[in-house]
């Protein structure tokens, strides 16, 4: 585990392990925990803005129920709450604060207890599918993946993995899981969803879903240059290509780590999903993940505390911190995506915002002055190089792009017959600059005219 610095300003700390986050749309975010033997379980709201994460504003108590899991419902109107002794509530989002529209939960969850009695044990994951009508769900202790009607709350399917647990489930957009299943089956299927799922053995499957019928699509090989790679957690690109990206731990002798993935889509029916991009992503284990809503970030929490912002194009890693000196057990990112919640088993909540929003936080006057200044300068270069046109570098530069072999520079600035048209010293200029510009820099410069 590393060493967390002192609290920081985007950082608060709620007095118990926490375990699941969610962020609807506003400046306000839920967090949940507790765990008994002292600690009350509750869900705890605070308030992040301009850089600063509030103390507690609020809680809502749920008795022995210890929440595990928590996620916005479609429209971001309610929360549901996965409990570790089984079930789910769902609690409306309210407000008490007409000014400030400070946030209080009402629950009307009874259809959803009543549904779900009949599976005991801790929820895993939970996933709304991209139209927001389906919700799987995924246990802990009976390896049960349980896929419902939103908001009937109706189950559709159920079935059990040949796994100790499910840990992650997650819905492919429905656009790009049409196009994958009519291209494996040659016809357009009907009202079909794309879930994949990770296994407490480490397998990751993609399973076709529909009402009261699953079939398993794909089963997807981990890299293969470690002695031990697991998948540990799982979630589809929210556009373009259907990309299917997972974590996947791995342990070789002593040394153990992550790394991000890419799969997908096959070729062809019955072809295999292949690996098509890999990184390294941490050295210790990863515990949770995240997909902003437009796609654009993952966002991934690790065994040692770290939470790491991931730009999805390329999975190279755009941003680091420290969230926890424990475990990262949940992150989450905000609706418009400009920020990313992490929370973890030390009762710290961290919040990272991401290059959109540290770019779009400089102030209007701050940008004005700025503009001000640069219409300035360029003002007063113009006045300059007219006043001394044999000192503007730009009409070196374009023959340095005209002649663009060094020899041919020397010798027509040297001699009287074809002679560039330049003054004295431009001509100077041009020939030191074709006599040290290093050879990449010189290509740079020849490209960019």
């Known amino acids: 585990m590393g060493k967390k610095p002192a609290q920081r300003p985007n950082e608060a700390k709620y007095g118990m392990a926490l375990y699941g986050a969610a962020w609807p749309e506003g400046e306000y975010f839920f967090v949940c925990g507790g765990g008994g033997h002292g600690l009350v379980n509750r869900i705890v709201w605070g308030r992040y803005r301009d850089g600063r994460c509030s103390d507690q504003l609020g809680d809502y108590k749920l008795g022995k129920e210890t929440p595990m899991r928590m996620l916005i419902c479609p429209w971001g109107s309610s929360l549901l709450v996965g409990n570790a002794n ?13 000014a400030e529209h400070k946030p209080k939960l009402v629950e009307v969850s009874a259809a959803f207890q009543e549904s779900l009695a009949g599976i005991p044990g801790e929820v895993a994951a939970m ?19 349980q896929v419902i009607a939103y908001p009937s709350m109706k189950e559709l399917v159920a079935w059990k ?34 879930l994949a799922t990770v296994g407490g053995n480490g397998v990751c499957r993609v399973w076709e879903v529909r009402a009261n019928q699953q079939q398993l699509v794909a089963t997807l090989e981990p890299p293969k240059d470690k002695a031990k790679c697991v998948f540990a957690r799982c979630c589809w690109a929210r556009s373009g290509q259907p990309l299917l990206f997972a974590l996947v731990n791995y342990r070789m002798g002593k040394d153990q780590g992550s790394y991000l993935v890419a799969y997908g889509p096959p070729e062809g029916p019955g072809k295999p ?98 503009l001000f200044l640069l219409l300035c300068l360029a003002a007063a270069a113009l006045l ?58 010189y290509r740079q410069q020849h490209d960019e005219l």
């Not at 089984?86 to 007409?98: A, K, M, N, P």
């Not at 996933?127 to 993946?145: D, P, Y």
């Not at 999805?312 to 890693?317: A, K, N, V």
Request: charged share 20%.
């Open 127 to 145: 996933r709304f599918n991209s139209r927001g009508n389906m919700l799987a769900v995924s246990f802990r202790e009976n390896s049960t993946v």
């Open 273 to 370: 999903w292949p690996l098509l991009k890999k990184v390294k992503a941490n050295n210790s284990p990863a515990s949770a993940m995240d997909i902003s809503k437009h796609g654009e970030w993952i966002a991934a929490g690790y065994s040692d505390g770290m939470l790491r912002v991931y730009h999805s194009d390329t999975l190279m890693m755009k941003s680091e911190a420290m969230a926890s000196i424990a475990f990262v057990s949940s992150v989450s990112f905000n609706a418009d995506n400009s920020a990313v919640i992490a929370v973890g088993g030390d009762a710290n909540c961290y919040v990272m915002e991401t290059v959109a929003r540290r770019e779009a936080g400089i102030g209007a006057a701050v940008r004005s002055l700025l």
């Open 86 to 98: 089984g079930g789910i509530r769902r609690l409306q989002i309210g407000s008490d604060d007409s």
């Open 384 to 441: 300059h190089f007219y006043q001394h046109p044999e000192a503007l570098p730009y009409t070196a530069l374009q023959y340095l792009q005209q002649y663009h072999k060094r020899p041919d520079i020397v010798q027509r600035c040297g001699s009287s017959e074809g002679a560039l048209p330049l003054q004295p010293q431009a001509c100077e200029w041009l020939q030191r600059a074709a006599e040290v510009l290093p050879d990449e820099l």
């Open 161 to 194: 993995l040949d796994d100790p647990e499910v840990k992650d489930v997650d819905f492919c957009p429905h656009t790009a899981a049409a196009a994958i299943l009519q291209q494996q089956q040659q016809q357009q299927p009907s009202g079909a969803e794309l």
